[in-house]
C-alpha cells in the first residue's frame, strides 16, 4: 500500500462548480501537507501548502487538513476551464524531512 | 532562461543503452531531486542530494545512478535502459529543509524500445 493514496480521476465538471479532490496517508509523521498543480507537459508547480491539521484558503481554493483521519482535501470554487490540469498531493514530515511523498494525481478537466 | 533546466526534451532510446538525463539550476539551491512520473502512480523519488557532496536513494534507484557534478547540476544515468524504464522524468530542486515549494524543471520524456 502506498503512503499516500489519491484517486486518479479523471474528473470532469461544467464551469462554475464546485471541485473537490482527496487524498489520504499512512504515515502520522507528515506536518506539511501541499498541493501542486501541473499542466500539460510542464512541471507540477506548487499550490499551496498548510502545516498540520486546520484550513488554509487563497482565492479560489482552500486547502484542509484533517490529521485525526489522516485525510486532506482541495476544495476548488467557481472551476474556470484555465483548472483544467492534473493535481497532485504531497507531504513531508518526521523522517521524511527533506523530500515530498507523493500522491497519484487526480486529472481535472472543466468545460466550459 | 528557465530556472530549472533539463535536458534533452524528449528521447528515444534501445534496450541495454546508457543514457544520461541532465538537470542545471540557476536558483542556488542546495538541494535537488530526480523523480520519475507514470501514469496511475504519480511521482517516485528515484534520488535525492542536499548537497554537492551528498548523494541519497529514494524509493525506486534500482537500475539509476547520479552524479552531482556542482551545486547546480544533477545528472541522472540509466546505465542498461530497459522498456520499464520508460516514464517522464523530472528535476526538481529546494532551498528548504522542510521541502517546502520544489522548483521543478520541464521534464524529459523517456522512451525505451
Known amino acids: 500500500q502506498k503512503e499516500v493514496e489519491q484517486d486518479p480521476g479523471p474528473l470532469s465538471v461544467p464551469e462554475g462548480a464546485i471541485v473537490s479532490l482527496n487524498c489520504t496517508y499512512s504515515?502520522?509523521?507528515?506536518?506539511?501537507f501541499m498541493w501542486y498543480r501541473q499542466y500539460s507537459r510542464k512541471g507540477p508547480e506548487l499550490l499551496m501548502y498548510t502545516y498540520s491539521s486546520g484550513n488554509k484558503e487563497d482565492g479560489r481554493f482552500t486547502a484542509q487538513v484533517d490529521k485525526s483521519s489522516k485525510y486532506i482535501s482541495l476544495f476548488i470554487r467557481d472551476s474556470q476551464p484555465s483548472d483544467s490540469a492534473t493535481y497532485l498531493c504531497a507531504m513531508t514530515g518526521g523522517t521524511s524531512y527533506g523530500k515530498l511523498t507523493f500522491g497519484q494525481g487526480t486529472i481535472l478537466t472543466v468545460h466550459p | 532562461d528557465a530556472d530549472v533546466t533539463q535536458t534533452p526534451r524528449n528521447r528515444i532510446t534501445k534496450t541495454g543503452k546508457r543514457i544520461m538525463l541532465e538537470c542545471s539550476q540557476t536558483k542556488g539551491h542546495d538541494r535537488m531531486y530526480w523523480y520519475r512520473q507514470d501514469p496511475g502512480l504519480g511521482l517516485r523519488l528515484i534520488y535525492y542530494?542536499?548537497?554537492?557532496?551528498?548523494?541519497n536513494k529514494g524509493e525506486i534507484s534500482d537500475g539509476y545512478s547520479v552524479s552531482r557534478q556542482a551545486q547546480a547540476k544533477f545528472s541522472l544515468s540509466l546505465e542498461s535502459a530497459i522498456p520499464n524504464q520508460t516514464a517522464l522524468y523530472f528535476c526538481a530542486t529546494s532551498d528548504d529543509d522542510r521541502a517546502l515549494g520544489y522548483t521543478f524543471g520541464s521534464g524529459t520524456r523517456l522512451t525505451v524500445v
Open positions: 542530494s542536499f548537497d554537492v557532496k551528498d548523494i
Open positions: 504515515n502520522s509523521a507528515f506536518q506539511y
